[in-house]
């Protein structure tokens, strides 16, 4: 297993100094915003690595956000148990769901999994309504808002702003140590050439599912800290359009780094506002348009643009756009592991 | 008995919407292995100029005909300004673009339009017919009737004429294509021409059942999702009939198994779709091609 360099070791105290400064000197209505973020940057990781490296594209991610989401507001809501908890049990019934429709997926090449993730993140809202007895229906459920424990001086904004970034934090960083070493190496493979993975012993089934299931464990905390800070779950919160969305995110901030789910998380929740201010009366027409001009210049979205650009200025030669194989993935079981930037 | 007749005959109305829908989709499928996720908002689109023309005091068969001619120019421009730049990028960034597309549309809808559900009017008498002893509505017949023609005109214009002829060989074969001396890419941007037309007669004929609002294409794309795919996607007739068979069962399952109802159609039709490509990925009427992994 390689070192972490130092560069990427002082990017990420530097990224932690920022998350844990941000809350105290950007105006109070924007921390909520801001806890928003990790929440989605938490979902999108998980397309980073199932999309971005592992090439499987999922359109449906926001159902697993509302099974997360779900759990933990029945469990608060009906049985009175503690927010954490709910978490936890959300991971794990998302990571099931996931490894499910993982083995499915596995049965679906290219553009047909899109096509079916879609029909589920569409058919999504539509179970919810319909097991009303369960999940409130229509109506949805409310949850008691969140009270930093006794000790702590912190309003309960704060102390959620803080709680979601540590645990961000940790899942990148457990993302991070698990797709370091074989793991990412085989998905990769798996990606870029599944005949030559395979017959260098990579397992496909196992690797690509177990993809599937670590995303969806990902979007599953990720809907369940969407449900807390909001306080309420209803089937308009999990619409086909989030799980639009997170796609849309993990490709505009840049699907091939763990960089990139983080400004993705800050483009969806902050875009759309932006996309109000310069058109109110159409913010999804500027949003749409800006979606297909960042797709026909940048298409290696922001962070893949910024490091081109990078590059350039070095002198060096780019990186190579995501899905050009370079020469050295065509074998890619013996090459040393790249250096993630 | 009766009822399952006329259950079964509304479920076939449906189906060949579906299938003029699902057609769209293979149509583009076929020549470029990309899905237009954003058929269903372009149909949504249409259906929208086709109400404003008959707002307009146009008689609403001219608007219809007319919306169909401004869905086929504009599906055409479309190809040629967004998709043309992204053809060769990879998989990932063409369905961001199509959803790109989707979210624009539907936010157009929403900006000329608003976002409240109108009423949109039907073309056909409103009387049922009797045929047999049996009350069929004429809204039922009547899209039966305009989703045949539309199908048969289609077939005919591949079958039958040179232009037809180019755009299929363009698909198939695009390299051969070009030396031949077929223009690919225009051959390319006729199809979305011919999709957006083919959606905009489906959006035209579900708005006076499902009724006109920017979000009223989104269960309908997945019902053509699952038409397509049960047919095979890259098989136009796979398209129809899968179309005319998935209205008859959601509208069967719909009416008479209890727990499935309204709501869960939807849930129905993801179902069919993820049988079908774990069972059969080819669907009913495409060929199975052998990958080697």
Known sequence: ?341 | MESLLQQVFSGIANGGIYACMALALVMIYQSTHHINFAQGEMAMFSTFVAWQLAQMGLPLWLAFLATVAISFGGGVLLERIVIRPVERANQLTVVIVSLGLFIAFNGLAGLFWGYIVKSFPTPFPTTPLQIGGVAFSAQDVGVIVVSVVTLGLISLFFQKTKLGLAMRAAALYPEQSRVLGIRVGWMLALGWGLAAAVGAISGIMIAPIVFLDPNMMQSVIVYAFAAAVLGGIESPIGAVVGGLVLGVVINLLGTYVDWIGNELRLAAALAIIVVVLVVRPAGLFGRVTVQRV
Not at chain 1, 158 to 177: C, K, M, P
Not at chain 1, 285 to 304: E, Q
């Open chain 1, 1 to 341: 297993m390689p070192r972490p360099d130092a560069g990427l070791v002082v990017r990420v105290a530097v990224a932690a100094a920022v998350v844990a400064a941000l809350p105290w000197i950007v105006p109070s209505f924007l921390v909520f915003d801001l806890i928003y973020v990790g929440a989605y940057a938490i979902a999108i990781l998980g397309l980073v690595i199932l999309t971005g490296m592992n090439g499987q594209i999922s359109l449906g991610h926001g159902a697993f956000m509302a099974l997360g989401g779900y759990v933990v507001a029945i469990l608060a809501h009906s049985l009175g148990w503690p927010y954490w908890a709910g978490v936890l049990l959300a991971a794990v019934a998302s990571g099931l769901a996931g490894l499910f429709i993982g083995l499915v997926a596995l049965r679906l090449a290219g553009v047909y999994l899109a096509l079916a993730t879609f029909s589920l993140a569409v058919a999504t809202p539509s179970f919810l309504k319909h097991y009303k007895s369960i999940t409130g229906g229509f109506g949805g459920m409310s949850l008691a808002p969140v009270q930093a424990p006794p000790g702590v001086p912190l309003d309960g904004q704060h102390w959620l702003y803080y709680v979601t970034w540590a645990v961000a934090g940790a899942l990148f960083l457990i993302s991070a140590l698990l797709v370091r070493g074989k793991f990412g190496r085989a998905l990769r493979a798996l990606r870029d050439n599944p005949i030559a993975a395979v017959s260098f012993g990579v397992n496909p089934y196992f690797y690509k599912t177990l993809a599937f299931g670590w995303s969806a464990v990902l979007a599953g905390i990720s809907g369940g800290f969407l449900a807390i800070p909001t306080a309420f779950v209803s089937p308009d919160t999990f619409t086909s359009a989030l799980s639009i969305t997170l796609l849309i995110g993990a490709v505009l901030g840049g699907i091939s780094t763990f960089w990139g789910a983080l400004v993705g998380g800050i483009v969806i929740e902050f875009l759309p506002l932006v996309a109000q201010q310069v058109n109110a009366a159409a913010p999804s027409v500027v949003y749409g348009v800006a979606l297909i001009l960042v797709m026909m210049f940048l298409p290696d979205g922001i962070v893949g643009g910024v490091l081109r650009s990078i590059h350039r200025l070095r002198r060096a030669p780019p990186q190579p756009a995501l899905d050009t194989p370079t020469p050295s993935s065509t074998t890619p079981i013996t090459v040393s592991p790249q250096p993630r930037e």
